[in-house]
């Protein structure tokens, strides 16, 4: 079933649609640095008074990045890059050898930029399923693939992993923290139709493979959005509270992903308090969140809730971050990352095509002055 357009969000679709993956091509107009001072500049005095941010505790989403976008981000000081890692575009037929080349040069670039990587684990291949958005879990062949999977990447990429091996002489940035699919709460990500206790099932298998290999690893939940409008979505406070019922939940996650898209500031802090209340009394209670997307775009109806004017856009990025920070420990925020990191055609998210740090043409928004003045990596 295919995700209704007035969503307030519908991340990373661009995943349904690139089962496979590009080749990176150079993405940054010559001078496109040396804007970066005059940026700096054009900060708002106000952002200067906003406490001081954790080093890496800001970062973004993206989709395909080149080389180029890693030592831009790196500049922005970009703590953390989110991306999909597709099981479809690692094995897209049965009995063929894994394919690599996406999330090797992910990680490589991370690594050489001094940036976490967050890989989000997503898909079932053809072979299982004709839907992506299917769970590999409703046959012991497609939940044993999705096994073999877990433990082969987290084999490739974790400290002393094969991907180290061949590359000896390349800094080290192995992965520690694996996000488990992504909005499990609404039918855009989790199909035909959402279900707690199905994902709860996910997330157990997914965690006995990955700390299969490596017992230190972090699992980190899907990104649970807070007020998915689809058909058949589950609001993000009643999953929290189903998925984290049980005990055995609790202790196979490390921390709570959640995205509190609002029409306001204010909106999305109530939204992040009422996850951290909706936890109090579940075995879940003293996990960690990670806030995974947050964002708003400039084109699109003046009357959807995630459209602002790009002075308006500039200011709630600001405000979001001082907000996060000034309640960061009373809410145990961990991780904020912005989406998206740059403008992109995007046909099923109208606004997410204009919420990036960097524009269409590849230039840098006044919010990437405003993201660089207070992340600190």
Sequence with gaps: MRPRRHDYHDGLVSARRKQGWRAPRSRLAAGTIALLGTLALCVPAASLAAPVAPPGFFGVDGTNPATDDFRFMARGDVGIYRAVIPFRAIKPRPGVPYNWSYPDYLVLEAARSGIDLLPILYGSPPWISQE?????????????????????????????????QQHPY????????????????????????????????????????????DPAARILTAGIVAHPTNSKAIPGRTFLRKLFSSRRIAGVADAVAYHPYSSSVKGAGRQLAGARKSLRGTPGARLPLWMTEIGWGTTGPRDHPLIKTARGQNRALRQTFEMLLRRRVKLGIERALWYHWSDEIDDLCLWCETSGLLDSRLQPKRIFGTFRSIAVR
């Design 132 to 164: 992506i958005s299917a769970p590999p879990i409703h046959s012991s062949a497609a939940r044993e693939e999705w096994r073999q999977f877990l433990a082969a990447i987290t084999a490739r990429y974790s400290p002393g992993g094969r991907f180290w």
């Design 170 to 213: 390349q800094p080290r940035r192995p992965i520690r923290v694996w996000q488990v699919w992504n909005e499990p709460n609404s039918i855009t990500w989790w199909g035909p139709r959402p279900n707690p206790w199905e994902y709860a099932g996910l997330l157990r298998r997914s965690e006995r493979a990955i700390h299969s290999v």
